[in-house]
């Protein structure tokens, strides 16, 4: 299933890795590290590689819940910030700006991995994404050694340490996902969740049981965990919001006491408020349900 990213890495596979600094929001600068450590980068993250895939499934992007013993895929064209990598990285090698002594620090954000193989006449480029571990932040109150001669020496100068991790892969326009939490940091895919949401806006407009949708969508873009609640459900929501009847919604609420927060306008219709717009979410979200048997409303992990 997955050996066309195992694969890809061969002994004659070309390594280059850089080490990535934020330069604002969207911006960032790279540095190459120096040549000669090629050999134990291509053995060791292959290595990795095929440790972290060994039985793994495939499973499909979910904003809210993460999968246990399962990788994304993800068409790169989705990720606007993928071009923003590879060019900085293009940046840094035309430019010749290797890692040294004056710019070498403990400020970095992301690994990147390059591997290239010429196949046919033909460069292709597979790439292994992680987020930097801040070794110097780690450890700042702790004591460092490291062997000179045979002799164990307190090392008081800055380290570097590529501990092998993978967080994401990107091969043919295709980003396949190993660690999700490291892999919206990097890839602050939370931007991802928010224009879902606003490229949504007319849908969610015509859902009729909302007295005001433009201060329901304001309330949910001020924080990252509504508005990637908000997106999982348009995503996966099945239903249709805008075909149900604001008196149909106004009794099924009313006549549960977990639904007390909810108050509705003159018009029968929900009033959003800071206190109950998570509920609402919720609602939205599927969460609560009514058991085939009994009717009764039951709460369940949602979509």
Known sequence: MFEKYTNF???????????????????????????????????TYKNNLISFLNGKTIAEYDFLFKRENAV???????????????????????EAKILNINTFGDDYSTIVIELQNNINNQIEKMYLFAKYMKVET????????????????EKKTDILVLNGCIDAILLENEILVLQERNFESIFNYYET????????????????FLSDTPSFINKVMEGKTRTMALANALKNS??????????????????????????????????CTDKNADLIISIIREVYSKQLFTNEIIETKGV
């Open 72 to 94: 994304v895929v993800i068409q790169g064209d989705n990720l606007e910030i993928k071009n923003t990598f590879i060019e900085c990285i293009q940046t840094a090698t035309a």
């Open 238 to 271: 099945k239903t249709n919001w805008a075909s149900i009847s604001i008196q149909n919604v106004k009794s099924v609420l009313e006549s549960n006491a977990i639904f007390s927060e909810i108050a509705f306008d003159n018009n029968n219709k929900i009033i």
């Open 193 to 208: 969740a928010k224009q879902l949401v606003e490229n949504n806006q007319i849908n969610i407009s015509s859902w009729s």
């Open 9 to 43: 890495i061969g002994e004659n596979t070309n390594v280059k890795v850089y080490l990535l600094k934020k330069q604002g929001r969207k911006h960032f600068e790279a540095f190459i590290l120096p040549n000669g450590i090629d050999d134990e980068v291509r053995q």
């Open 138 to 153: 780690w450890y700042k109150k702790g004591v460092k050694y490291g062997f000179t001669a045979n002799n164990l020496i």
